[in-house]
């Protein structure tokens, strides 16, 4: 079993393998970046590399994300819900390059509606693709591999959640 928790990239992602090192844990959740606002930050490969590939040398098995709290893809407003379309998207690409696995997910408020409501306007949201998607699938857009993932875990919840 793995042992971990939150801990900050504040001064750079390698800050956080540091902190992982000294309170000796094994697994490590981040946010990739400020979780307040909704302007997103790029990542380089430089950048990703200089977090991945030292992961062993600080103990550290499994990192993920947590994605930013502003995200609400159950929202009844349609400009949060590509607001945050578009940052879970980011976040995966982020994921990609950081070699991140996994990203802890909070859907986000159902407002006035019921959560089933809510689950119903995320699996739409999910079946159309995500905004400004112009691209031909199959030209592996960035984060399409997660995306889809993402989408086939949501409609099994859906599924199983309406049955």
Excluded at 49 to 74: E, M, R, T
Excluded at 84 to 106: F, I, K, N, Y
Excluded at 124 to 129: I, M, P, Q
């Amino acid at each position: 079993m793995l042992l971990g928790t939150h801990v900050s990239i504040a001064g750079g992602y390698l800050n956080s393998l540091i902190e992982a090192k000294r309170l000796g844990i094994d697994a490590i959740q981040i946010f990739t970046k400020n979780q307040r606002f909704w302007q997103e930050k790029l990542v380089s490969e430089e950048e990703g590399d200089a977090f991945k590939n030292p992961l062993p040398k600080y103990g550290v098995q499994q990192a993920f994300s947590h994605a930013i709290y502003l995200i609400s893809l159950g929202s009844e407003n349609e400009d949060i819900v590509q607001k945050s379309l578009l940052s879970l998207v980011a976040e995966m690409e982020r994921c990609r390059v950081l070699g991140l696995t996994h990203t802890v997910l909070h859907p986000g408020f159902a407002g006035k509606g019921t959560p089933k409501e809510a689950i119903r306007r995320i699996l739409v949201t999910y079946k159309n693709g995500y905004p400004g998607n112009k691209r031909k699938p199959g030209k592996n857009p960035p984060g399409e591999h997660c995306r889809a993932r993402f989408k086939y875990w949501w409609k099994d919840r859906i599924h199983r959640r309406n049955d």
